[in-house]
Every structure is written in structure tokens, then in C-alpha cells.
């Protein structure tokens, strides 16, 4: 099918992208289109070259760095990594330098980075990360604060320093990529291009590190036409990589092939591909959770049958700037259900919500209804509010389901602020 072709003429044009980038080139990779499909094939251009990647729906270059920076702590053991470049720049053994920066008295420390270079900006970085152990819940503790006053969102040079220093701890080609999405604002195609500003002014600072921008066609188009000649402008149109869907006869002629004859199935997945994308496992997904046919008659079957609704929905709350990085999936909570701790198949802990993907084979079974309700009133009780959907209805009325996602993470937003207020 041409979504195929298309894959392999995206990966490719990425490979030359960073081929770019190897030789210092600024590149922004610009992924126009679905959102649902650029982000899985960035990701699968990335995790071909073994690195991984951050999404990130732009605020600042500074919360840039930062959700960067929580990939890198997650994937590397960055302390020992920055123990042994100090232990390097102060030709000892990084073990004994170690054992003496655990016993040695404030007064011997500073001493001891005053002689490294005190006033240098890469210097004063690890310190600061070597001192707080460089862990990756370091980025979620008032820790933090030193770093972000630190650096500040208006000192470039400051943030792409530490960018660079990071990067250089790592194994060669390695440093993670990260994929911007414009975010949700009142006056968004004047936002996209002072975002495009930035992130170029970015790129240049930082040209060996995998950066790519998520568009949608509108953006793309008012950027290209509207917004002035810059060299901004010009890194953009260079970059620019289309990811478009299929258009509606091939993909009915692809659905029929397979024999999905339904109107209303086969408009429920063309609306998919092109509200977000199409990359064929998003497709096959979508086909096997909307033909009657595949609709599971045994338990294991339902398992699976939930899990690729579980994983397409999340395609879609990643792709809305609004749910992105909202929800975990099959996440634990601290609530004792039965003889071991609770699992919902989404939950967003902040805003107290659960979501449950309830499948065909579920309710079968007059236990599991009964069970369900137990751990529907439990979360309640904890004051969760509490979403269940059908497998089944995740294509079929998948907007209908974001929009309530969408209206439980407002009424919490809501009620947090009232709260504050109080």
C-alpha cells in the first residue's frame, strides 16, 4: 500500500536530515501532518538509531531542556558519567574522587571547583548535577529551582551550553531527539512563528542534536506563505517533510480489499487517518477493533482486544496538545484492591482521573461487572473521577471519547483553581 511507500521516503529523508547534523548543519526536521502518524515515525526513525526520544508541546526553550533532560536521566546513569569527566578534568580516579567529594568538608569542595574553573557555565552545570546525585526523580524535587534560576528562559547561550555539556557525557550519536508540537493558544498561527524563531535560534546553538517540529497543514501553509522571509523561514522550508494520509478512495479501496463493506466503519477509519495520520499498525489497529469479526470470544482474546484499544487511544491523547503527557498507562495506584494494589488502564495523577477500557468479552461475566463497580466506588471514594469507555467505541466515536477526557481534565483544572483561591 502506498502508506508503506510513504514510511520508507520519510525515514529516509530523516536519515539525510541527521546525516546534516553530523556535519554541524543546522536541520529542523519539520513533520507536517497527522499527528498521531509523525510522532510514531519519529520515534521509529530514532529507535533505529538507538536513541529515544521526548515529545513536547513548546512553553520555552528552558522547559525544553528540562523535559529533554528527564529522557537523558531515565536512559543514563549521568552521575557516573559526569564523576568520571570531572575525575578527567582533575586527573584523578573517578573512585577516589568520588569516596572524597562524599567526606570532603564544604570549605575543600569549593576550593576543589574554584581550581576546575568556577566562573566556567559547563562547570557550574555538573557541579550542580553532580552535587544532587543526578537522579531521574531530580527534576521533579525543589532541587530543580537552582537549575531554572540558574539558566533562565531568555539566556540562550546559557541553556544550549548545558545542552552541549549534557550531550558530550553520552556515547557517540546517542544524545536523545525531541519532537515539538506548537501549543494550544488563542492566537495559534501568531504563536508558531515566534516558536519557529526560537527553536531555529535553537537548532543553531545546538546543531548535532535531533530537533523536530510537528505542523499541521494550516501551520505549515500559513508559515511558508504569511510569515516573512528570515532565516528562520528558510531552515524551516528546508526541513519540511510531508506526512500525508492516504486520500478516501484508496484507503476505501484498501478496507474493502480486506472486507470492511460498512459505510459507517469504513468513515470511522478514514476520519482517523486523516484527523491523525495513517502509518499501517494505526491502521490495522483501527481495523481490528472496528470489524464485527474481530470482536474476541475467549478472555485472552479480550486481552488483546483491550490492549490495542488502550494503544491507539493513547496515540490520540499524545497527539492533542491539551492530554499530552497527561496520562500514564496501566498504572499503579497506592489503593489496596483485593490482595494487591489497584491498576487502571489510564491515570492521570495530577487531576485525579482514571480512565478503564472496558472490552466485548468483558461483560460476559457478571463478576467482572460487580468487581468493576467495587473499583469504580474505591477510586471515588479517593476521590478520582472515574471514565469508562467500550474497546469497541475508541474508533467508532473516538472524538466523542476525547471530548470527555477533555471536559474531566477542565472541571479538575477548575476545581484545583478554586481551591487555590479558598
Not at 61 to 69: D, I, K, Q
Not at 153 to 171: C, W
Not at 330 to 359: H, S, T
Not at 382 to 389: N, S, Y
Request: proline share 4%.
Amino acid at each position: 500500500m502506498v502508506v508503506e511507500q510513504q514510511q520508507r521516503t520519510i525515514l529516509a529523508k530523516l536519515a539525510l536530515h541527521q546525516s546534516r547534523r553530523c556535519q554541524s548543519i543546522p536541520t529542523l526536521s519539520v513533520l507536517v501532518g497527522g499527528a498521531v502518524a509523525a510522532q510514531q515515525l519519529w520515534s521509529q526513525w530514532l529507535n533505529g538509531a538507538n536513541r529515544r526520544t521526548v515529545t513536547y508541546a513548546y512553553e520555552s526553550r528552558l522547559s525544553l531542556f528540562m523535559s529533554w533532560l528527564s529522557i537523558v536521566l531515565k536512559e543514563y546513569n549521568l552521575y557516573s558519567l559526569i564523576l568520571e569527566k570531572v575525575a578527567m578534568l582533575a586527573d584523578k580516579p573517578s573512585d577516589r574522587l568520588a569516596a572524597w567529594l562524599d567526606n570532603a568538608s564544604e570549605y575543600q569542595t569549593t576550593l576543589f571547583w574554584q581550581r576546575l574553573s568556577h566562573t566556567s557555565t559547563e562547570i557550574l552545570f555538573l557541579r550542580w548535577l553532580l552535587d544532587q546525585k543526578a537522579q531521574p526523580t531530580l527534576l521533579t524535587t525543589p532541587k530543580a529551582d537552582s537549575l531554572v534560576s540558574g539558566l533562565k528562559e531568555d539566556n540562550l547561550p546559557a541553556i544550549a551550553q548545558s545542552f552541549t555539556t549534557v550531550e558530550q557525557l553520552l556515547p557517540h550519536y546517542a544524545a536523545p531527539g525531541i519532537l515539538v508540537r506548537l501549543p494550544d493558544a488563542e492566537n495559534e498561527l501568531s504563536s508558531s512563528e515566534v516558536t519557529l524563531t526560537r527553536l531555529t535560534q535553537l537548532v543553531e546553538a545546538i546543531p548535532t542534536i535531533p530537533l523536530g517540529l510537528l505542523l499541521t497543514p494550516a501551520q505549515a501553509e500559513h508559515l511558508l506563505k504569511q510569515s516573512p522571509e528570515s532565516r528562520a523561514k528558510a531552515i524551516l522550508r528546508g526541513g519540511m517533510i510531508e506526512v500525508a494520509s492516504p486520500d478516501s478512495d484508496t484507503l476505501k479501496q484498501w478496507l474493502c480489499d480486506r472486507g470492511v463493506e460498512a459505510n459507517t466503519h469504513q468513515q470511522a477509519i478514514i476520519h482517523l487517518a486523516e484527523q491523525y495520520g495513517a502509518t499501517p499498525e494505526l491502521l490495522e489497529t483501527a481495523l481490528s477493533l472496528t470489524e464485527s469479526a474481530s470482536k474476541p470470544d475467549t478472555s485472552k482474546a479480550d486481552e488483546v482486544y483491550r490492549s490495542q484499544a488502550e494503544w491507539l487511544l493513547f496515540q490520540c491523547l499524545e497527539a492533542n496538545p491539551s492530554t499530552a503527557g497527561q496520562f500514564q498507562v496501566n498504572a499503579q495506584l497506592d489503593i489496596c484492591f483485593g490482595d494487591r494494589p489497584m491498576e487502571v488502564d489510564f491515570l492521570a495523577a495530577d487531576a485525579k482521573i482514571a480512565i478503564e477500557i472496558d472490552g466485548y468479552y468483558h461483560f460476559r461475566s457478571k463478576d467482572n461487572y460487580r468487581r468493576d463497580r467495587r473499583k469504580d466506588f474505591e477510586l471515588q471514594r479517593q476521590g478520582f473521577i472515574v471514565l469508562r469507555f467500550l474497546a469497541e467505541d475508541v474508533v467508532a466515536r473516538l472524538e466523542e471519547i476525547l471530548d470527555m477526557i477533555g471536559q474531566a481534565l477542565a472541571l479538575r483544572k477548575t476545581q484545583q483553581s478554586i481551591c487555590l483561591e479558598a
